[in-house]
């Protein structure tokens, strides 16, 4: 098995891997919160779920580090080898673009994990006053990551990523680089939202992206096991 098979076989398994770790991640999250979408406006319901939702958030953030980010950090390493044979420049920038709503995503997330459940167990015991400036720190950190980070940088990123990287697999794979284009079209779409304030049409984008993201992953990696693409060695 030479380097490119191996490396594909690998980026195939965590992309298929990372579907059920992203689903598991939101299945934990939404629990402590009876899954109301009042958490991306109300953060501070999050500080009010006790000890046992904290901890069930602060896995949720982890296993959201491990599904909605991490596990396309080989993908995209392998997806920009494959295409820089044909399209060099654009397949670096998309890339570039890949790797930064990974790390930038990964970053925030894991930020949260660790910040959260130390405020929720200081929520608990404290006074009003109190709960009242826990409160305030909390919404700024998830103001700076939710809404800076994730969904105005790294949903740009994103959106750029998935649209390039559809539009240069949709000559190869048809179905799968339309899917990946939707995707894109849908980080963009939450982008576009958050900067124009517009809470309907960020809620929107980012639904579709929760939902497609994975299972665009999970197909892709099912579909490089089932069919390997051949890629010269030294090409790359």
């Known amino acids: 098995m030479t380097d490119s098979q191996s ?42 779920v006790g000890p ?14 491990l599904g909605y980010y991490l596990p396309f950090l080989p993908l995209s390493l392998f997806l920009g080898y494959w295409f820089k044979t044909r399209n060099p420049l654009w397949s670096r920038f998309f890339t570039v673009c890949g790797l930064g709503y990974i790390f930038i995503g990964a970053v925030g997330a894991v930020t949260i994990a660790v910040v959260q459940p130390h405020l929720a167990n200081a929520y608990a015991e404290a006074s009003i006053d109190q709960r009242t400036m826990l409160e305030i720190i909390f919404e700024s950190i998830w103001t700076i990551i939710y809404r800076g980070l994730w969904n105005i940088l790294g949903e740009l990123l994103a959106g750029i990523w998935f649209l390039g990287v559809g539009f240069l697999l949709q000559t190869e794979r048809r179905a799968l680089g339309i899917t990946g284009m939707i995707v894109g079209a849908s980080a963009l779409l939450d982008f ?6 517009v809470e309907n049409l960020a809620l929107l984008g980012l639904s579709i992206f929760l939902l497609l993201a994975p299972v665009w992953a999970l197909w892709i990696g099912i579909d490089m096991l089932r069919k390997p693409v051949i890629v010269a060695e030294g090409m790359g």
Do not use: C, E, K, Y
């Open 52 to 65: 046992a939702g904290a901890s069930l958030i602060r896995w949720g953030l982890i296993l959201d580090m």
């Open 192 to 197: 576009l939202g958050n900067i124009l304030n």
């Open 7 to 48: 490396f594909q076989r690998f980026a195939a398994i965590v992309a298929i891997v990372g579907f059920f770790t992203a689903m598991t991640s939101n299945v934990l999250q939404g629990i402590p919160v009876h899954f109301s979408l009042d958490i991306t406006t109300n953060p501070s319901l999050f500080l009010s």
